[in-house]
């Protein structure tokens, strides 16, 4: 089946510095999801991308869909240590399942 | 918009007991929902695809038996851990769909079965 190579895996920054990580694929995605989630928490939706080449932000979040469809990144900036957490892509790929796909994650560690 | 709640957020039950968890999705009706299994430092691990007035879909390896769901309406899907074993113990998720096909998470549930 499809899959998500997320990375990556873990970063460790500094407040204020910006982060930038991203999932690929070999095959085509429909639809790119970059989703957070706190210690002990469900996932929640930072920001959905439903088309080739769209670049979208939320506050200091910007992800973009890949013009070939087969990535995504998500970049953040001026980080905080609210920040920490585990960030998850996932998507709908061309085989309509209708079941999300989800990257490994990234975990990352804010020192402030 | 688009909350999810899941009730309960813990529970601890006794080995050969069974225990439900509900999912709810509170402003928005959901014909699909999604129950996801995830175990430390890892990612989700989806359980079975929960439709609105039909018999849900479990992925391989998932018990039907065993992890019961019910989606009488378009706002609950309900999981069921029937005769919970210590290795049922994990964190379950739920998800609801919105009109842009985007998933909703519920904030999980905790079981432990000792």
């Known amino acids: 089946g499809q899959q998500l190579n997320q990375s990556p895996q873990s970063m460790f920054i500094q407040e204020g510095e910006d982060v930038s990580m991203n999932c690929t694929s070999s095959?085509?995605?429909?639809?790119w999801l970059w989703y957070k989630q706190d210690p002990g928490e469900g996932p929640v939706l930072l920001i959905a991308?439903?088309?080739?080449?769209e670049l979208t932000s939320n506050g200091r979040l910007t992800a973009q869909f890949g013009i070939t469809r087969k990535d995504s990144f998500l970049n953040i900036s001026a980080s905080i240590p609210s920040d920490v957490g585990i960030y998850f892509c996932?998507?709908?790929?061309?085989?309509?399942?209708?079941?999300?796909?989800f990257g490994q994650g990234t975990t990352l560690q804010v020192k402030p | 918009g688009a909350v999810v709640s899941q009730h309960p957020s813990w529970v601890i039950c006794k080995s050969g007991t069974s225990v439900k968890i509900e999912c709810r999705s509170l402003?928005?009706?959901?014909?699909?929902m999604f129950w996801y299994r995830q175990f430390p430092k890892q990612s989700l691990m989806l359980m079975a695809t929960?439709?609105?007035?039909?018999?849900?879909?479990?992925e391989q390896g998932v018990e039907k038996d065993k992890f019961l769901i019910n989606h009488a309406s378009l706002t609950l899907s309900t999981l069921t851990v029937t005769s919970a074993h210590p290795e049922d113990s994990s964190f379950y998720i739920c998800?609801?769909?919105?009109?842009?096909?985007?998933?909703?998470f519920g904030p999980g549930t905790r079981l432990t079965v000792t």
């Open positions: 998800s609801a769909v919105g009109q842009a096909y985007e998933q909703y």
């Open positions: 095959s085509i995605f429909n639809t």
């Open positions: 991308l439903y088309k080739a080449g």
């Open positions: 996932a998507g709908y790929g061309s085989s309509n399942t209708g079941k999300l796909i």
């Open positions: 402003d928005f009706q959901a014909t699909t």
């Open positions: 929960s439709n609105e007035g039909s018999k849900a879909t479990y």
